[in-house]
């Protein structure tokens, strides 16, 4: 390519990466903004169901404050379990 066509790529691609990082922070902090909206909205009953207490719930969705993770439980079964109505395999 040609030292002009190089040299205008170079002082494209700068600008383009900053708008992309701009763009990228602005719908991190618009995702932010409506989960504190939607946690902000439950009645207390539920957030204390989710661990979250209301004064905290900025610093929660901001990350400042980790919660540890609950157990998960799950429905699967043994695979030697068969499900209701399932022959046992011979």
Do not use: C, Q
Request: no cysteine; glycine share 6%; proline share 4%.
């Amino acid at each position: 390519m040609t030292e002009k066509v190089i040299n205008l790529r170079e002082n494209v691609a700068a600008p383009v990466g900053g708008i992309r990082k701009l763009a990228a922070a602005f719908k991190a902090w618009n995702a932010r903004r409506l989960a504190k909206a939607e946690l902000r909205a439950m009645p207390a009953h539920l957030l204390n169901d989710i661990g979250v207490r209301r004064e905290l719930i900025d610093d929660y969705v901001d990350g400042l404050i980790a919660r540890r993770s609950a157990s998960v439980v799950t429905m699967d079964r043994p695979s030697h379990t068969p499900a209701v109505g399932e022959a046992k395999a011979a």
